[in-house]
């Protein structure tokens, strides 16, 4: 995309972030560009004081983007390393494993020094063994949180103040940093205190400069042989080359780093060869199945390539990755647009959850940008630029025929924005993009049913009808007409919208004496169920049937919550009242429990079992259907 366009219309977009501008020096352009999110010192007008007050920015911005790298110019990552432990003995201790020293120090910095430092420590002149491994971190984390305790308890009444506020937090991670800094400092002292302890004589010896004695030369060099000594000291030393510029010394580092396009060997197939080498292992017969898994696995584990949003990457070692972020396209919105191609953005969405094929929305963007810019190959769209050239006629002159320049002027037909055009089809493909990797999207494009599914849920006002629009949902799953991927993410659509609903109380709109008000249907039935008597609960049970399914239960909850004994008397009597009752009975209770699931239009609206919450009127209902026992019979 256009630099030029996306300063006017994104300025802050991660496009230009991360590519500076090009001047030719890369070493400079990258240094410039980091300056502008340096520690700098800033003024804001401050409204309560009503003055000016000066602060530094910091450079956490300049932190962040100089620990992302831009893979393949459009995806975003950071190197992780010290991950883990890389071989077998580091595996049998996992207090030393830096994931979980990070989650007793609570950063990672600290957690790869504190690893570093007990192995140097435990390692002073004897070869590490587990247990004392082990033995050393607990000892480190112990020290750490006894001192963070002392550190809370000396500054309890600060915190005391500053709970409930985000200062808190920072005060506690600022402690937390004190304590691993003071631990530490003392395990990297004790650790260089043994490490010259234990040295032995040999390592001394190692790190004194070698002395070589210098005896009287018994041969004498001749004049010339002399010359030539003395030219091959100054070669050495000069290196008889000259003095280049920084951009030329720059330019050609980065140049001894770019291979050859081309190369004159033969190409051969590395994974073929060692496919051979184990062939040739396993025919010999000496090897076992397992060795040649080792070396397989070992073979992948090196030489891995794996795929992150197109661009591929080398698994490096077990204690090392590369994290993806995300890539550029990530941040591109239809604010990127222009503010009158903006509106293409939300028609294409609407013809791509429609089921349109891409052909079809290709045809669609180029009638409208051809609607905003105008149709390139229409003649009214295009205006005549004049061009000047220079070119060469024969002259003849005394001595001889000859050549000379001269200059003219021709016209040339142009479409003036073809730039801004196809910025704003770059934009948009990126957008068509994205659509296609998000899988509701993509999956509303391709299924006319997983459309319908997803339009009836996204539509409902009511619980019944997600009940509904769930169940057939399954249906169709079990027929095939959607896949199982497609199922659950209506599912979870399905939880998502449900849970709303019964989360947020159904409000109406109505007018009275010419001014419209906003009510809440259930609000009057919940205070009556706060302070309703016994005897008129008939009354709320034939009330309730007016509001929603899941306004009704938040009735119901109201009164179990702030009425429960009265609550639990509804429902031990029905239960007394299903357990006791003969073959008839329980025929009449299946008849006056009954309420109809579609339309939630009840037998006997006045009936007790209304004012049970779902999940007690399943276990009545459960109770209902189970046979009677002899005893009752009998009874």
């Not at 409204?47 to 831009?70: C, K, M, W, Y």
């Not at 080359?241 to 580092?253: G, P, Q, V, Y």
């Not at 801004?420 to 994205?434: F, K, P």
């Given at each position: 995309m256009l630099t030029k366009f996306l300063k006017c219309y994104a300025p802050s977009s991660l496009h230009l972030i991360f590519n500076p501008v090009d001047t030719g020096s890369p070493n400079h352009d990258f240094n410039i560009?980091?300056?502008?999110?340096?520690?700098?010192?800033?003024?804001?007008y401050c409204p309560i004081s009503n003055n000016r007050q000066h602060f530094i920015t910091g450079n956490i911005a300049r932190i962040d983007l100089e620990s992302i790298q831009v893979i393949g110019g459009r995806v975003l990552g950071h190197l992780e390393s010290e991950l883990g432990p890389v071989d077998e003995a580091e595996q049998q201790h996992k207090i030393l494993s830096i994931p979980y020293a990070e989650k007793q120090l609570g950063n990672i910095d600290d957690a790869i020094e504190f690893v570093r430092v007990i192995k140097q420590a435990v390692t002073a002149g004897v070869e590490a063994d587990t247990r004392s491994l082990q033995i050393w971190a607990s000892w480190g984390y112990s020290e750490i949180r006894e001192r963070y305790a002392t550190l809370l308890r000396d500054n309890s009444e600060i915190l005391q103040e500053s709970k409930n506020t985000p200062r808190h937090a920072h005060l506690l991670t600022e402690f937390q940093a004190a304590a691993n800094k003071e631990v530490l400092s003392e395990l990297a002292i004790i650790a260089i205190h043994l490490t010259a302890v234990t040295a032995t004589n040999e390592e001394r010896l190692l790190d004194e400069p070698e002395i070589h004695p210098i005896l009287p030369r018994e041969e004498r060099l001749t004049p010339t042989e002399r010359k030539e000594l003395f030219e091959a000291r100054c070669s050495e030393l000069l290196d008889h080359h000259?003095?280049?510029s920084t951009f030329a010394s720059e330019l050609t580092m980065i140049c001894s780093r770019i291979g050859s396009p081309t190369s004159s060997a033969s190409p051969h197939d590395d994974d073929a060869q060692f496919q051979s080498y184990l062939t040739d292992l396993a025919d010999s017969g000496n090897t076992t199945y397992e060795t040649l898994e080792a070396l397989q696995e070992s073979h992948e584990r090196v030489t891995e390539q794996y795929s992150e949003g197109g661009v591929v990457s080398l698994h490096m070692s077990d204690a090392e990755r590369f994290v993806v972020d995300g890539t550029l396209d990530d941040d591109v919105t239809s604010d990127y647009l222009p503010p009158d191609a903006r509106s293409i953005t939300n028609e294409m969405l609407h013809l791509f959850i429609e089921g349109e094929d891409f052909q079809t929305i290709d045809a669609f963007i180029e009638l409208r940008l051809n609607q905003l810019y105008g149709d390139p190959s229409d003649k009214a769209n295009r205006v005549t630029r004049t061009m000047r050239a220079v070119g060469t006629r024969p002259i003849t002159t005394r001595a001889g025929n000859r050549e000379t320049l001269f200059e003219y002027t021709y016209p040339v037909s142009t479409y003036p924005n073809r730039e801004e055009r196809q910025y704003a089809r770059e934009v948009l493909d990126i957008l068509l993009e994205a659509m296609q990797q998000d899988f509701i999207l993509r999956s509303m494009n391709r299924s006319a049913h997983f459309r319908r599914f997803h339009n009836l849920i996204a539509e409902a006002t009511d619980v019944r009808q997600l009940i509904d629009t769930i169940k057939d949902a399954y249906q169709s799953r079990l027929r095939r007409t959607i896949t199982i991927k497609m199922f659950t993410a209506l599912n979870t659509l399905y939880v998502v919208k449900r849970a709303r609903l019964q989360s947020t109380p159904l409000r109406v709109t109505k007018t009275i004496n010419g001014s419209t008000k906003l009510f809440e249907p259930a609000v009057?039935?919940?205070?009556?169920?706060?302070?309703?008597?016994?005897?008129?609960?008939?009354?709320?049970?034939?009330?309730?049937h007016t509001l929603p399914q899941h306004e009704r239960e938040r009735v119901r909850h109201v009164l179990r919550t702030e009425r429960p004994q009265l609550y639990d008397?509804?429902?031990?009597?029905?239960?007394?009242?299903?357990?006791?009752?003969?073959?008839?009975?329980?025929?009449?209770?299946?008849?006056?429990?009954?309420?109809?699931?579609?339309?939630?239009?009840?037998?006997?609206?006045?009936?007790?079992i209304h004012l049970l919450t779902a999940s007690d009127n399943a276990a009545i209902w459960q109770q209902l259907k189970e046979p009677q026992t002899i005893t009752t019979l009998a009874a």
């Amino acid at each position: 995309m256009l630099t030029k366009f996306l300063k006017c219309y994104a300025p802050s977009s991660l496009h230009l972030i991360f590519n500076p501008v090009d001047t030719g020096s890369p070493n400079h352009d990258f240094n410039i560009h980091l300056e502008q999110f340096g520690n700098k010192r800033d003024t804001v007008y401050c409204p309560i004081s009503n003055n000016r007050q000066h602060f530094i920015t910091g450079n956490i911005a300049r932190i962040d983007l100089e620990s992302i790298q831009v893979i393949g110019g459009r995806v975003l990552g950071h190197l992780e390393s010290e991950l883990g432990p890389v071989d077998e003995a580091e595996q049998q201790h996992k207090i030393l494993s830096i994931p979980y020293a990070e989650k007793q120090l609570g950063n990672i910095d600290d957690a790869i020094e504190f690893v570093r430092v007990i192995k140097q420590a435990v390692t002073a002149g004897v070869e590490a063994d587990t247990r004392s491994l082990q033995i050393w971190a607990s000892w480190g984390y112990s020290e750490i949180r006894e001192r963070y305790a002392t550190l809370l308890r000396d500054n309890s009444e600060i915190l005391q103040e500053s709970k409930n506020t985000p200062r808190h937090a920072h005060l506690l991670t600022e402690f937390q940093a004190a304590a691993n800094k003071e631990v530490l400092s003392e395990l990297a002292i004790i650790a260089i205190h043994l490490t010259a302890v234990t040295a032995t004589n040999e390592e001394r010896l190692l790190d004194e400069p070698e002395i070589h004695p210098i005896l009287p030369r018994e041969e004498r060099l001749t004049p010339t042989e002399r010359k030539e000594l003395f030219e091959a000291r100054c070669s050495e030393l000069l290196d008889h080359h000259d003095t280049r510029s920084t951009f030329a010394s720059e330019l050609t580092m980065i140049c001894s780093r770019i291979g050859s396009p081309t190369s004159s060997a033969s190409p051969h197939d590395d994974d073929a060869q060692f496919q051979s080498y184990l062939t040739d292992l396993a025919d010999s017969g000496n090897t076992t199945y397992e060795t040649l898994e080792a070396l397989q696995e070992s073979h992948e584990r090196v030489t891995e390539q794996y795929s992150e949003g197109g661009v591929v990457s080398l698994h490096m070692s077990d204690a090392e990755r590369f994290v993806v972020d995300g890539t550029l396209d990530d941040d591109v919105t239809s604010d990127y647009l222009p503010p009158d191609a903006r509106s293409i953005t939300n028609e294409m969405l609407h013809l791509f959850i429609e089921g349109e094929d891409f052909q079809t929305i290709d045809a669609f963007i180029e009638l409208r940008l051809n609607q905003l810019y105008g149709d390139p190959s229409d003649k009214a769209n295009r205006v005549t630029r004049t061009m000047r050239a220079v070119g060469t006629r024969p002259i003849t002159t005394r001595a001889g025929n000859r050549e000379t320049l001269f200059e003219y002027t021709y016209p040339v037909s142009t479409y003036p924005n073809r730039e801004e055009r196809q910025y704003a089809r770059e934009v948009l493909d990126i957008l068509l993009e994205a659509m296609q990797q998000d899988f509701i999207l993509r999956s509303m494009n391709r299924s006319a049913h997983f459309r319908r599914f997803h339009n009836l849920i996204a539509e409902a006002t009511d619980v019944r009808q997600l009940i509904d629009t769930i169940k057939d949902a399954y249906q169709s799953r079990l027929r095939r007409t959607i896949t199982i991927k497609m199922f659950t993410a209506l599912n979870t659509l399905y939880v998502v919208k449900r849970a709303r609903l019964q989360s947020t109380p159904l409000r109406v709109t109505k007018t009275i004496n010419g001014s419209t008000k906003l009510f809440e249907p259930a609000v009057p039935l919940i205070a009556l169920a706060k302070t309703i008597a016994p005897r008129d609960l008939r009354t709320l049970a034939t009330n309730i049937h007016t509001l929603p399914q899941h306004e009704r239960e938040r009735v119901r909850h109201v009164l179990r919550t702030e009425r429960p004994q009265l609550y639990d008397r509804i429902l031990n009597g029905l239960l007394k009242i299903v357990r006791k009752a003969s073959p008839d009975k329980r025929r009449y209770l299946r008849f006056a429990f009954y309420q109809d699931r579609q339309t939630g239009v009840p037998n006997q609206s006045h009936n007790m079992i209304h004012l049970l919450t779902a999940s007690d009127n399943a276990a009545i209902w459960q109770q209902l259907k189970e046979p009677q026992t002899i005893t009752t019979l009998a009874a």
